[in-house]
Each structure stands twice: as C-alpha cells, then as structure tokens.
C-alpha cells in the first residue's frame, strides 16, 4: 500500500540570524542551497523565534507552549552575570524539559512515524525517551567543544574523523537511505551549526578572503560554516531525491533564535541573540511542499515556532492532542489566505531572567537582557522591563530597528497593549519578578565607591 501521509524534515540552524542567508538579503555569506530551496515555497519574512536564545527556544517549539509553561527561560541558570548588577531575583530556571509535556515528535511516533533527531537535543541527557527512534550526536550539550574530532562533549557512534556537521550529515542520510516509502519519517536535522566556536573549514575559506563586509557581516570563519552547513543541507535534499522521497515530504528551515551579534549582524534588525529586540527574535522561515505549497512565495504575516505543533497535527492527519499556543498556519500554507484570528492575534515573549553581553545596540552595555517581557501586535511591538516598569513603543512598519521609542506619542496603544500583557500574564500564571536582591549596587552607588 502507498504511503498516504508526508514525510516531515525540520531544518532547525543554530544562532542563524535572520539577515544570514542571500534569500534573506545577505552578500557577504554564500547559501546557494538555502537560497534555491527558498524559491521551492514560501519565506516568511516576519518569522519569529519564541525566545532569543536556544534552549527555551527549542522547548517552546517541540511543546508548542510559552516559556512560563515548562520554565525553561535561558541556558544554565538565570543568574547571568554580576549579582552586584542584577536589581531583581530572577526566577529560578528549569534546565530538563519535563517529560510529562507531550512533545510533537512523540505524537508523529504513535501515528505511524519513524523519528530521527540528528544533532542538538539540549532538552534533557537522552531524546529517545522523547519520542524518538534514532539519535544522532543529541544529549544535553548546547554546542560543542569542538567541531574538529574528538570533539568532547558531543558522541556519536562510528569514525570520528570529520568536521561535526559534516558526520552528521552523513549520519542522517544512512538514516534517510533505510527508510521506505510506506511509511513516513520525521528528520529533526539541528546538526550544531553555526553556533561557537566558531571554527573555520579550511577548504572554504578562499571563498571570503579579501571579500567586502556588508553592514556588520564580514567574519570569514563563520561564512566558511554556513557555506559548509549549506552544503551539508544540500546533500540532505540530494538524498530525498535519490530515495524518490522528495515528492512527499513537507521541509521546515528556520533557526532557534537570531545572529550571535559578537559574530553577525542583522542589519536593519536591532541587536542579536540573546536581546528581545527583532534582531534576537527574528528568523528566518521557509515552507517548503511540493504540489502544495505555491512555490515562489513571500508572506509577511508573522509566525512563530510555537505554530510548528499544530501545523505538523495536520500535517500528519492527527487530530487528537494536547492544547498548545501556537496556531496551525496549515490552511495559510495551502491558500495563502490568512485566517483573521493569525493577522490580528499578538505574539508574547517573556524572559524574567538576565543575560549578560550587553553592547551599543541593546543600550545596555551589561545586560543583552534584564528582566521584562514584549509583545507585538499588527505593526505594534511594545517592550516592558520588570527592573523600573518602563516601556517602549515601536512601529515595526515604519521603524524596523526599533530605533525610536514613540510610547508617550502613543498613549492609547501604549495603554491598550500592557493590559493585553497584564490579561496574558495572568493566562499563563506567568512568574512576577519583584523580589530585590539585597547584593544590588545601583550605577552611581558604583561610581561613588570607585572614586
């Protein structure tokens, strides 16, 4: 008997700003694959991640739910940086996903898939005691300690002679090469890259030498892993073909938050991992589905990686699970009319933690985020910081890079969208960060003491 249901491959980059790619608009780094795959479908140019950095990026995206459901805010702990800094207690950070949220590849096995995860889990020790049949190099590592053998903290059966990505690439096409056409597979292909360190591949690096930078991106080592994880996803799409399996296969490319900005900048997009302006949160997003999805497409409607859950429930013909909060965009997909509820529904982040590295783009030179939360809605993105109880108002239409706070020529909807955050906060029994911390220095306290 035929297959009937499609084959599912989730292309998931690591710190790949949304400006990375020559789809996306830029000429400094070279992603011909990217480039060619994104012509197959739809982009997405208002693409989002639903945190800035990978860890509760990625566990809001398989759960579909917000970070204040499973806790799971940053990596490590959320006492990031100098307590003498921090004004506030952070909440505690939950590192393991709890195993009692039914993540989407769990559903995908119970229905009928195979499932295979090649690269970076960092959810828990083990991915195959959630949902899946095979993996590849995933434990709870971020990154690894190297991508040249041996390469430390990341393990993976087999001749370790090869750049990282390059193995695992190898790896997940063996597994793409056993499976068989009446019955479909789920690939999670996260495979590391292009997070630090930034290790160059030494074959690549005549292709940037000498090359112009382009408004912030000129880092040669870090061209020369996206051109190599560019071919690395070329090799993946040469094997579905080979396998006949290209025809019935729906391709997600995204990545789990934005451009590391010590590496890559996202220009005109403000700042970089880690930061909760658009440069941090903003990625790309690509559809691909042969006889489905209008190949050739632009869409601005704003979608998150939270939409993936109930967008791959149908998909796969499933109907029955657990409630999420992201929404499916499958019909979007298909006809390219947005349903009203995904033009008009707001998009929620909220991060009661710190995260060190400030710079001249997050106006913080300590801090890339304190404590606070934004949201956007239609044109509107509205940032409110926990530490002082200010905000900021942005017209992301007229104002891309978030460079002119218009909150107090705004009022109304200034107004309109804090109770929409107080009405989400109390949906979601989102954690309040009030409690002081008694090690706090304030600035001028810290320059008294240094004279």
Known sequence: MAQQKPNIILINMDDMGWRDSGFMGSKFYETP???????????????????????????????????????????????????????????????VLNPDFKIFPQLLKENGYSTCIAGKWHMSNNPLSYGFDVNIGGSHAGSPKSYYPPYGNVKIDGPNTEYLTDLITDKAIDYIKTQKSSKPFFLYYASYGVHSPIQKVDSLMHKFKGKPADDGQRNQAYATMLNNEDRNIGRVLQALETQGLMENTLIIFTSDNGGFNQVTWQHPLRAGKGSYFEGGTRVPLVFVWKGKIKAGTTSDLPVTNLDFYPTLMQVAGIKNYPKVDGNSVYNYLLTQKAEKLLVERPLYWYFPIYLEGGNAETNDRIFRTRPGETVRKGDWKLHRYFENDSVALYNLKTDIGEKNNVAKQNPQITKDLLALLTTWEQKVKAPAVTTLNKAYIPLNAKADQQK
Not at 56 to 71: C, E, K, V, Y
């Open 33 to 95: 694959v990217m480039d060619k795959l994104s012509k197959q479908g739809i982009v997405f140019t208002n693409g989002y991640a639903s945190a800035s950095n990978c860890a509760p990026s990625r566990a809001s995206m398989l759960s579909g739910l917000w970070q204040t459901r499973h806790g799971i805010y940053t990596v490590g702990t959320s006492e990031r940086g100098d307590s003498k800094n921090r004004k506030l207690v952070p909440i505690k950070n939950i590192e």
